[in-house]
């Protein structure tokens, strides 16, 4: 975990929010890698659930809404975690964080202390915003998740799309939670971004386990067809006293994270708990029947997905790996990323960065390939080093332009993960990375 944090320090993947200032605790800024990183995390996402499909459509809700949302919506009575604190020192942790709670009395007990706790209390989430210019200013809240933005625009994305019931909205946005211990890196922030369907069901039990089970399995695939290790990840069940407040059923997608298996995707069956909340009907446009539909939501975290995504690509190669050209390998840490989430598809170097002939070629190469996808320049260091950097940040395939490429009009293209390198033309290296990177 350690090593994956400086790494993404380091290499402009994520940054904590006003460093110079001291940081601000549970707020994180994504750095010129983060931010591709989660772009593509997002693209990802919504060209699988969205594009690919023909019952979903999308929305962007605006991040604060009437208060009275939140109050119909029980999340200003229900989104709560129980509160102790330490008598000894005053801070605040989770009631229901063992580990956390035991770690904080041992640091007391290294110091002759002993610490005790008081009582838990509930304590609410949902952050608060004061708005207006003249007193008494309004009360409103940042919003605690990004679904509800969803349910009271259910009558408008009726009658403006051709959606009919079963069909789902995508949404991807910031949600922001007052966490009392925000921690793990950005696992746990104050700040931090949804992606989530809700998929609008007719009620009936039988159709609620079928589309419970079909988004499960889904979600679960998505993980595993960016390339998150099967045995890393599972699914793990909600008892019926841990379920959020609106959840008929609750199962978490788990990542075996360094700090222990954590959720970073829920499947909840909400039932009609919304939509009655808010009293919204549906009117079936065929046969003129009306109910309350069940909701049927995945709602994953983008700041998590990017986290474990990047702990899931560490590796270290430790031994030489087989490859021409003395680039062995040992030593170096590469990030074995999709190349659909990588930041970089490619990366260009001419081998001396003193020879204009090579510069020129190679530039020309470059510009060429950015029309295309991301691509990288580096002129700096040795070739060996600039592939490990490549390799650091998972750029999947690297290009060095060479004496022979003025000559033959080829050059070497060098795999991230086997480290092969083949000679390529220049003027069939677009469709060969696209069918690579494809
Ligand atoms: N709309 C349902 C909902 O918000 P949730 O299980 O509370 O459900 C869904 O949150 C996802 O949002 C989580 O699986 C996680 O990925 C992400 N998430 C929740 N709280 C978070 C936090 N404090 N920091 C980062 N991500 C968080």
């Known amino acids: 975990m350690d090593k994956v944090v400086a790494l993404a320090k380091r290499r402009g993947f994520i940054f904590p929010s006003s460093e110079i200032y001291g940081g601000i605790t549970g707020f994180w800024d994504y750095g010129p890698l983060g931010v591709e990183l989660k772009n593509n995390i997002k693209r990802q996402w919504w060209q699988e659930m969205v594009y690919r499909r023909d019952d979903i459509v999308g929305l962007d809700a605006a991040i604060i809404m009437n208060p009275e949302v939140w109050q119909a919506s029980g999340h200003l009575e229900s989104l709560t975690d129980p509160l102790v604190e330490c008598k000894l020192c005053h801070q605040r942790f989770r009631a229901d964080q063992g580990d956390v709670l035991e770690s904080h009395d041992e640091e007391h007990r290294n110091k002759g202390e002993k610490s005790s706790w008081t009582e838990p209390r509930i304590f609410n989430l949902m952050t608060e915003v004061l708005l207006g210019s003249t007193e008494p200013k309004q009360t409103a809240y ?124 829920g499947i909840h069956h909400r039932g009609d708990w919304d939509l009655s909340r808010h009293k919204i009907n549906y009117q079936d446009p065929d046969t003129g029947e009306e109910y309350t539909p069940w909701v049927i939501e995945t709602s994953g975290g983008v700041d998590r997905a990017a986290l474990f995504f990047l702990i899931n690509a560490y590796n270290e190669d430790k031994d030489p790996v087989k490859s021409p050209n003395g680039d062995n390998g040992a030593g170096r840490v590469v990030l074995k990323l999709h190349p659909k989430l990588a930041p970089y598809k490619a990366a260009v170097f001419p081998l001396l960065a003193n020879k204009p002939e090579l510069i020129s070629l190679a530039r020309k190469i470059y510009d060429d390939l950015r029309q295309h996808f991301p691509t990288a320049w580096d002129d700096r260091g040795n070739i060996g080093k600039r592939y490990y950097s490549q390799d650091e940040i998972g750029t999947p395939y690297c290009i060095t332009v060479d004496f022979d490429s003025l000559e033959d009009k080829s050059v070497t293209v060098r795999d991230r993960d086997s480290m092969e390198q083949k000679r390529v033309k220049i003027e069939n290296i677009v469709d060969y990375l696209k069918e690579k990177l494809n």
Request: aromatic share 16%; glycine share 6%; charged share 35%.
């Open 142 to 265: 940042l919003r605690g998740e990004i679904t509800q933005g969803v349910f009271v625009n259910f009558k408008n994305i009726i009658s403006t799309s051709r959606v009919k019931i079963p069909f789902g909205v995508a949404q991807i946005g910031k949600a922001f939670r007052n966490e009392i211990t925000p921690g793990n890196f950005t696992f746990r922030s104050r700040e931090f971004e949804q992606m989530e369907i809700e998929y609008f069901i007719k009620p009936d039990e039988k159709e609620g386990e079928k589309t419970f089970d079909y988004w499960k399995k889904e979600r679960m695939q998505w993980y595993l067809d960016l390339g998150i290790k099967k045995e890393n990840l599972r699914f793990r069940a909600h008892e019926s006293d841990e379920r959020a407040h609106y959840a008929r059923n609750a199962l978490d997608i788990e990542y075996n994270a360094p700090f222990g298996w954590k959720e970073f995707e």
